[in-house]
């Protein structure tokens, strides 16, 4: 496919939304024989940088699938804080509860809801169509928006709003969340989930850059690092991992707030039984698709195309022959909208 007879913009120039800070384009393009979505913000008033550059076709959501599953094994269930959120989510008269997903991705978090709680109402938000290929609950929508532009139309609407893996493509991520606390009704409860772009050696301390040649290198730690930069330099709110509980806490309307960090091996060189195992062996999967994936972004930082075949063939050989004893991080946050 060619990437410029391919191109198809879609101008959602937000002029008339409120909390809108500039106008949007996003390009949808295939490059490397992958969809990609390029999302650029501001480019009617500047040159600023794209926010977004990563896959977005069926084979990324088919990972993101899989992601879900290793983050839903690794939680023991859909969400952290489950009393909060089955409190959130009580059947009542009148008006169902409702769940807002933010970032929706495949959806399948969304349509994992809508079926756990059937008798909700559950939407699903997203630059790109979610691709739905199978059963989509009654109970289950989606839509195409920018949480960037704010949810003012959303107003208090909802018991539940969950936004994971979003940071990337997230400008100003207090900003964020403050926006969803307002689209929260009272008692209802905000579930953040991040994994690190910084990777963890066996003993989960972070993994120290180090130069090619030297004892402590590792290319999945390169390639991690060169992703890590290349979307901080693209305006990402890419360290919101590690900073939302603290965000949470500093915005007043949130209070109950509480996380928790989860460490996975990548890859199988360490479990003491079988979903242990399972867990490893489908992050490691997941981390070798997403490096397969990087190439554009890492094409767009200015790399070479030949170092970018290198750092993602060398660090796919590395996770596949175990040669490296790596974890992942992720952090699950979450906080109550103050009645
Ligand atoms: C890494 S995926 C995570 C998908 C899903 N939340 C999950 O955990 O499986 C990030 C998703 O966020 C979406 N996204 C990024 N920035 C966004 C924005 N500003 N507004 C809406 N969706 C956004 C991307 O299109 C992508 O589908």
């Known amino acids: 496919m060619s990437s410029e007879q391919d191109d198809i913009d879609i101008d959602t120039s937000s002029a008339g939304r409120s909390g809108s800070p500039a106008p949007s384009l996003y390009s949808f393009s295939s490059i490397d024989g992958r969809l990609m979505l390029r999302h ?52 009542r008269p009148g008006k169902p509860p409702a769940i807002l997903d933010v970032g929706t991705g495949s959806g399948s978090w969304a349509i994992d809801m809508a079926r756990q709680f059937p008798h909700t109402t559950v939407v699903g938000v997203d630059l790109a169509p979610p691709g739905i290929d199978g059963d989509l609950p009654p109970n289950c929508r989606f839509e195409i928006d920018d949480a960037n532009l704010g949810f003012l139309h959303y107003q208090g609407a909802f018991d539940v709003i969950h936004a994971r893996s979003v940071s990337a493509g997230i400008r100003d991520f207090p900003l964020f969340l403050e926006e969803l606390s307002q689209a929260l009704c009272p008692g209802g409860v905000v579930l953040l989930g991040d994994g690190d772009m910084q990777i963890y050696d066996e003993f989960q301390d972070a993994v ?15 390639v991690f690092f060169a992703a ?34 989860v460490f996975i091996p990548i890859g199988p060189w360490r479990y003491s039984n079988q979903r242990e195992r399972l867990l490893a062996e489908m992050l490691r999967e997941d981390c070798l698709r997403y490096i397969s994936g990087m190439g554009p972004l890492l094409l767009s930082e200015g790399y070479l195309p030949e170092s970018v075949d290198k750092m993602q063939r060398e660090a796919a050989a590395e996770l596949r022959e175990l040669r490296v004893h790596l974890h992942s991080r992720w952090t699950f946050a979450w906080a109550v909208k103050r009645p």
């Open 208 to 222: 120290p850059y180090a130069e090619e040649g030297t004892p402590e290198f590792s290319w999945t730690h390169r």
């Open 228 to 261: 890590y930069n290349a979307m901080k330099n693209r305006g990402g709110s890419i360290d919101s991992a590690s900073m939302s509980p603290t965000w949470l806490r500093a915005i007043n309307s949130y209070t109950d707030v509480g996380w928790h960090k």
């Open 40 to 91: 650029v913000y501001g480019r009617m008033l500047n040159n600023q940088n794209d926010t977004y550059f990563l896959p977005a076709d069926t084979e990324e959501h088919r990972r993101l699938d899989l992601q879900h599953q290793v983050l839903t094994l690794a939680l023991g269930g859909l969400f952290p804080a489950p009393n909060l959120v089955r409190r959130a989510l009580t059947p």
